[in-house]
């Protein structure tokens, strides 16, 4: 199916609903038709930018899913209403739609004690979506190797992978070219908020796709790397708004 997207400081962003996202991945997945998700966000546009390897594979992901609300304001400046599809969430449904159709699956990343508590969390939430493989997120070469292996010996239908940005994507693109059926997804902190660590963000924030505000106040240390790209990410899509109008 043709994709419907709109570039971003000259990256593709899919533009859909949460359902027809998840409509598009489920079809992939009923017909174990691999697959790279990016939950995309200014940081990773910025980081982009400056490096090409990344840049290559954010342009050749197969679905661009509007994570953060900068990329919401930068296409809503160019005239787009795109909701924002928060990747938590949708890695969430993912495992839903795993669990329906008793797919298994496997969680790469964070921490040892996080990853233990993640998949016991999801076994008991999704009993029907069998966690085939887990490994936390940090390892070494040599054991990347490993579990490189043994996911491509399991051949999970879908991936979840938390190591944060870049680290997941080049992670994914590594497993990609060996495992054709399988559906990746990078979904950064997840596994620290779904196994308690880390609180999500109020109701009332997220509606208002506010999350990040409530994130960089319990992690403050979050502040550098968005005070970093934030008003530079600002800046250059205003400015591409004003030239597109021009
Ligand atoms: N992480 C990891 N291995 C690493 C670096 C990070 O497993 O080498 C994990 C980290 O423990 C955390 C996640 O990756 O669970 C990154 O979370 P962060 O909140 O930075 O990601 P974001 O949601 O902002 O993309």
Not at 17 to 42: R, W, Y
Not at 120 to 128: A, T
Not at 152 to 163: D, G, Q, T, Y
Request: charged share 25%.
């Amino acid at each position: 199916m043709e994709r419907n997207t709109n570039k971003v400081l000259g990256y593709d962003v899919d533009l859909l609903s949460f359902d027809e996202a998840l409509d598009i991945v489920t079809e992939n997945m009923q017909n174990a038709k691999g697959m790279q998700i990016v939950t995309i966000n200014p940081e990773m546009i910025e980081l982009a930018q400056k490096n090409m390897q990344f840049s290559v594979i954010l342009k050749n992901a197969d679905l661009v899913i509007p994570d953060g609300s900068g990329i919401k304001l930068a296409l809503k400046l160019k005239g787009i209403e795109q909701q924002q599809i928060p990747g938590i969430d949708f890695a969430k449904e993912l495992i839903h739609i795993c669990n329906n159709y008793k797919y298994n699956i496997a969680l790469i990343g964070a921490k040892e004690e996080i990853i233990q508590t993640t998949v016991k969390k999801v076994q008991s939430e999704f009993p029907n979506a069998n966690i085939c493989y887990f490994h936390n997120g940090y390892f070494t070469a040599d054991k990347e190797e490993e579990i490189i292996n043994k996911l491509v010996s399991e051949n999970p239908r879908l991936v979840l992978v938390a190591l944060g940005a870049p680290k997941q994507e080049f992670f994914i693109k590594k497993c990609k070219k060996l495992m054709q059926n399988t559906t990746f997804i990078g979904v950064g902190g997840s596994f620290d908020v779904w196994s308690g660590e880390v609180e999500r963000a109020p109701e009332f924030f997220r509606t208002m796709g506010w999350e990040w505000i409530y994130r960089t106040y319990k992690q403050p240390q979050r502040l550098k790397r968005i005070y970093k790209t934030l008003p530079v990410f600002l800046i250059k899509v205003i400015i591409e708004a004003i030239q597109k109008k021009g």
